[in-house]
């Protein structure tokens, strides 16, 4: 180990910041967080330097850096353009035994300044012995996106029951086994939910009845379009968490192998017009799950909310007392958009946008065609394959333009997505003859218009078919 990672008291203590500039700010600002009693000494500052000064919280020495400015210092940050000065501090810090760093210089260093994941009283300090900074910095922002904002908030919570815990369980195994229990159970998830203080009543019951096993719970999770890169944070922490994931026939297999190895996986796929498992169903295998304490994974493709009939389960939950929580997904007709590089509004050729279902009952009676069909509107159709002929009617028939431009796009965001383009009147005839899979996204309005310019994504299929 050539650094001993330390984390250091420096409240109400002297720390001297030498330079003005932006990099000196930056650290000025971090010794600032850690309640430092902050000196610059300068004969220029930058206006965020300059910013601190005036409000007070930094004090300036307008002047070059000259040795008598480190009596007293506890900590010293060189950070100016000129070597000379810099080496000068680094002499005289160490001749002295005070701490000091100097910024993109190891060399001169005698402690180093790592990336820093602040989740107060949580902190993740990383660091690469100063050889790549960059890496650090790679480190700490994958540590970023599986650490929920919301631990230190948990921390500062469990701070306060350590003396009640403590005197409930006398040896140490057991108080290792409860706080396990609650750091990785539903008090934690409460917390990270944002309800702080249910999360404090269950601790207090927990503490109370010596037991912090867990209570079953629901995520429905939105497991987007298909790219597992457009996951939430939240949603990939949920499915790894899940013991059991119930998923329909919309998860793609790369973000289904994302959830947790180990974890029952249960299908409930739905195929068009025939739901293998009935919906009353799946809402009663969800409160089953859940009451046997599982904390289930419900991963719907999209967004859970939209054309995903997930407020009918949870609303089966919510009547059965069952915890849940709802994580938003990007939905298809946003996945399509930005896939296919088609905008679904634009000042030039679009206003407004509506997501409507094609799927259409007994014919189309059921749509309200005129006020679909109106000018300068993006219509987002879902479900709507099998109607195109009729969709495409019924928008000729309320006065849209027959060489209205028309996209449908095919399995968007993964490799096997395909864009096909036409117009009102052409579309049906275009594509007859492909094979066209589902899921199926159909977009309509002249911002088809700006596919062929913003087209940015090639995927496998569309390489293979010499598309795009
Ligand atoms: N809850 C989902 C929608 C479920 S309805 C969401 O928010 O996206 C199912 C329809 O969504 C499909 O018929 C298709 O029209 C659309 N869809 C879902 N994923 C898609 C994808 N990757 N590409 C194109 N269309 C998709």
Known sequence: MD???????????????????????????????????VTVVSPELSSQMAQYVKEGRVEHLETTFDIPHLEGMRVVIAATDDRAVNELVSKECQSRSIPVNVVDNPDLCSFIMPSIIDRSPVQIAVSTGGSSPVLARILRARLESTIPAAYGRLASMVNGFRDKVKARFDDVNSRRNFWEGVLQGDVAELVFAGKDEQAEKELELAVKNGDSSKVGEVYLIGGGPGDPDLLTFRALRLMQQADVIVHDRLISKEVLNLTRRDADRIYVGKERDQHTVPQDQINQLLVDLAKEGKRVCRLKGGDPFVFGRGGEEIETLSENGVNFQVVPGITAALG???YAGIPLTHRDYSQSVVFVTGHLKDGSTDLNWKGLAQPNQTIVFYMGLKGLP?????????????????????????????????TLSTITNDISGQEIKPPTLIIVGNVVKLHDRLNWFRSEMQIAKGEG
Not at 12 to 26: E, F, H, T, W, Y
Not at 392 to 418: S, W, Y
């Open 390 to 422: 009729t969709i495409c009617k019924k928008l000729m028939e309320n006065g849209l333009p027959e060489d209205l431009p028309i996209a449908l796009v095919q399995q968007a965001t993964t490799p096997r997505q395909r864009v096909f383009t036409g």
């Open 336 to 338: 399509t958009s930005a």
């Open 3 to 37: 650094f001993l990672p330390i984390f250091l008291d420096l409240k109400a203590q002297p720390c001297l910041v030498v330079g003005g500039g932006d990099i000196a700010a930056r650290k000025a600002s971090l010794l600032l967080d850690a309640d430092g009693a």
